[in-house]
């Protein structure tokens, strides 16, 4: 079975996942936060990392790393192409 993006982000609320992915990170349900040190980079500078918790984009003001979504974000974190990042958030959320 194959997920429609829409489907995925429609199945995973932003502030789970990124609750699910940034552990240490104390996150509001809606808008812009805080979500501590960058993981991409070797960040030293808390308050530079920030995502939202609504549309799921994310950004980091140090390195400059960006993106949209959740989808996005799994394939900068985990180094993936689209659809292996559809499949991989499919499958991590029951949505298979």
Known sequence: MRIKPEQLKAAIAPADYYQHELPGAI???????????C?????????????N???????CFACQIKGGDIIAFEMDKYGLNFTEALVTLAEKWGLT
């Open 39 to 51: 993981i991409f980079h070797n960040d030293t500078q808390k308050g530079s990392f920030r995502v």
């Open 27 to 37: 996150l509001k349900k809606y808008g812009w936060n805080d979500a501590g040190l």
């Open 53 to 59: 918790t609504q549309t799921g984009a994310y950004c």
